[in-house]
């Protein structure tokens, strides 16, 4: 399941990317173990470009999909769930991780107080 951070800056979405898992990674979204890091057009909600180890990718390494192709679903709930977050946690800069589940939706992980710019 991939996971799509959010950073949010005064209760606005200013970036956003998806972590996809990889093997590399060991089924962890994380971009130091090897996870695809993809940036996110914020109006579009379409894919930009990716990394994996800090290295531009155009294309999944297991599953071979052109990562450009990638769209998120449910944006504007998304950005909103992830908008939110300001006021309830007070934090004017935060990144917000969320997953999206088949019925649920989107999903809040954790909130990170740093989050990175590896993307």
Known sequence: ??????????????MAMMRLFTEASDGKANLHQGAV???????????RSAVQYGRPVERHPDLGRVLKEWVVPHW????TL???????????YLGAD??????????????????????
């Open 82 to 92: 992830a908008s939110q977050c300001y006021e309830m946690s007070e934090m004017g």
């Open 1 to 14: 399941m991939p996971e799509i951070r959010v950073v949010i800056f005064q209760g606005y979405p200013v």
């Open 37 to 47: 890091g993809v940036g996110i057009d914020l109006v579009t909600c379409k894919a």
């Open 98 to 119: 969320i997953v999206l589940d088949k019925e649920l939706g989107p999903l809040i992980l954790e909130l990170n107080a740093r989050p990175g710019f590896a993307i």
């Open 76 to 79: 504007d709930e998304l950005a």
